[in-house]
């Protein structure tokens, strides 16, 4: 085992490649998570709600991250192996389906080259060390709701609350931080955008953020302190308030749609996460 680290440590070059095909093959499952993971709520919601109201709900075949298998969403057809070849597939069928040609769309293999992305940053970043498995499954958490959030307006427990729950656990041995402040970022970062959500409800008679949001900065501040909340807080309004400008601009973004706050508190904690030094003694020098 020593001579393997040793050798994946100084071959970089395959090491990076390793990485980079392994974010590809996660993207790929990535963007199943995605379309799947709303869609297996929304049942649950309607058949929770339809034994609240005494009914029996219907039937209905299995739908989970693995069952069905993925299907054409224009003829329906089945995909096989050569269909779901990350990026590939896409280039090689010219972004068709072989079956229809309906056009696929372009999200598919983006989400793909971004999580490759964010896998050979992380070993930039932390190199051949626990700390790069943990980075790769905080960017690729992210990534994921950050696209549910732009979709849907939601941030799932089902990726909030495991992403909180993990960054404690690994830091009970200080992977980040001490474990004293791992809790107390969880627990502030909870209540900080809490009580900010119940001053502006107060103050205006509308919902300013969705309590995804309170989960996913609790999270944040478990896995990087309590040092790391307002210069993440910061950041994420700053991208937030400039990605509000571009879109209304352009327009893109009317008074009817809600711009998410998640994909900007996502995004603000990925860059803590790989320049989280340099984003704290920024912040301080500024305050100072």
Known sequence: MAE?????????????????????????FLNVVIHRLPLMLQRDWQRECAELNGQTPAEAPPFNLCTPRSRCPHCRHQ??????????????????????????????????????????LALWRFGASPQLLAALLFSWTLLCM?????????????????????????????LF?????????????????????????????????GYGDFKLLAAIGAWFGWQALLPVLLLASFTGAALGIGLMASRKLGEDRVLPFGPA????????????????????????
Not at 88 to 117: F, M, N, T
Not at 149 to 167: N, S
Request: glycine share 10%; net charge neutral.
């Open 79 to 120: 995909l096989g192996a050569l269909d779901n070849i990350p990026v590939l597939s896409w280039l090689w069928l010219r972004g068709q389906c072989r079956y229809c040609q309906a056009s696929v769309a372009r999200r598919y293999p983006l989400v793909e080259l971004a999580s490759a992305a964010l896998a050979a």
């Open 177 to 209: 931080v001490s474990l004293q402040s791992a809790v107390l970022g969880a627990a502030f970062g909870y209540g900080i955008l809490w009580s900010l959500y119940w001053l502006f409800k107060l103050a205006t008679g509308k919902e300013g953020m």
């Open 4 to 28: 393997l680290n040793h050798w994946l440590t100084t071959e970089s070059s395959v090491l990076y490649l390793l990485v980079t095909l392994l974010g590809l093959l996660v993207g790929s």
């Open 265 to 288: 508190l996502a995004l603000a904690g990925w860059l803590y996460l790989i320049w989280g030094k340099q984003l704290t003694g920024f912040y301080w020098s500024m305050a100072l």
């Open 146 to 174: 950050t696209l549910i959030d732009i979709d849907h307006l939601l941030l799932p427990d089902d990726l909030t609350l495991p992403l909180l729950w993990l960054g404690l656990l690994l830091n009970i041995n200080g």
